[in-house]
């Protein structure tokens, strides 16, 4: 028996929706799991050095909440780069969990799998967009977490520049505050708001007013220096720039008639950096 699935990249709170909002990407990971002697884990791709090859494995970690990794080959194609921002904790878990499903002979239901995804990742928003795939919000209930996928695109075009340089969530997350100014979370409530209503009705006018925070960008801008850089200088095109998840990936927002010559400008600014116009995945991590 073998079964094969894939999970999306995703970019998180897309400004001022944080720990909430995310959007899935068409830029996938992928894992076939197969029969074998023991638990053999293989990866390939993207993180081959920084990735334990035994029961420590995310991905085995998150199929083990559902059946034995015991007596399987699990073979990783890593695409999504590793702690740039763009979900790859959330897709190898998204990939382990729908997987361990399949095994089973169960269809994958994203509203079973959030629950069991926030025990190994507890901010919801990356690994809510993936399992969903599209638009999504996420948020907590009584101590579960759940999500809605508002729209299966965006009215604006969304281009990553991925630097070198790695940050884990766990750091930038540390870096936070634990206190704001209550302007500061007015301004962010506002921009939020703003953020949820375009992402509904599609506006892309409403959408790039809501480009702005002041809960999390701030802190972090000093470890992803290119937020700094394209907010003072906007590509031509550019109607918004935010930090992917807790970056150093920064999203440069365009006009879909524009946003070809500022992936060009991207590309020709930042020689070091992966520019990747990505389009949103309608469909969140399955079987292919
Ligand atoms: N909402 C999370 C954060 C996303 O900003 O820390 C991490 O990718």
Redesign the pocket.
């Known amino acids: 028996m073998t079964v094969k699935v894939r999970a999306p990249a995703t970019s998180?709170?897309l400004g001022p929706g944080?720990?909430?909002a995310g959007v899935a990407l068409e830029f996938w990971n992928e894992l076939e799991v197969s029969e074998a002697d023991g638990a053999v884990v293989e990866v390939e791709g993207e993180g081959v050095s920084e990735t334990p090859r035994d029961g420590n494995h995310l991905g085995l970690r998150a199929f083990s909440l559902i059946t034995d990794p015991e007596g399987k080959r699990f073979r990783f194609i890593n695409r999504i780069p590793f702690a740039r921002?763009l979900?790859s904790s959330?897709a190898t878990i998204a990939l382990g969990l729908v997987a361990a499903c399949l095994w089973e002979g169960v269809e994958p239901d994203p509203a079973e799998l959030l629950p069991l995804a926030v025990r190994l990742e507890p901010?919801a928003?990356?690994i809510a967009a993936c399992l969903y795939g599209g638009v999504t919000l996420a948020w907590e209930e009584e101590g579960l977490w759940r999500c809605r996928r508002i729209a299966d695109s965006l009215p604006l075009d969304l281009i990553a520049v991925v630097p070198k340089q790695s940050v884990e969530?766990i750091t930038?997350?540390a870096g936070?505050p634990a206190e704001v100014l209550h302007a500061d979370a007015a301004f962010s409530s506002g921009r939020a708001a703003l953020l949820g209503a375009s992402l509904a009705t599609s506006d892309a006018q409403l959408l790039a007013a809501a480009f702005h925070d002041r809960l999390?960008e701030p802190y972090r801008s000093a470890a992803a220096p290119l937020l700094g850089q394209l907010q003072e200088e906007p590509a031509r095109g550019s109607v918004g720039v935010t930090?992917?998840?807790?970056g150093p990936t920064i999203i440069v927002w365009a006009r879909h008639e524009e946003s070809a010559a500022c992936a060009e400008e991207l590309t020709a600014r930042f020689p070091d950096c992966k520019v990747l116009a990505l389009a949103v995945a309608t469909g969140g991590a399955g079987a292919f």
């Open positions: 998180a709170n944080f720990d909430c921002g979900g959330s901010h928003d990356n969530t930038a997350r936070l999390h930090l992917s998840g807790s």
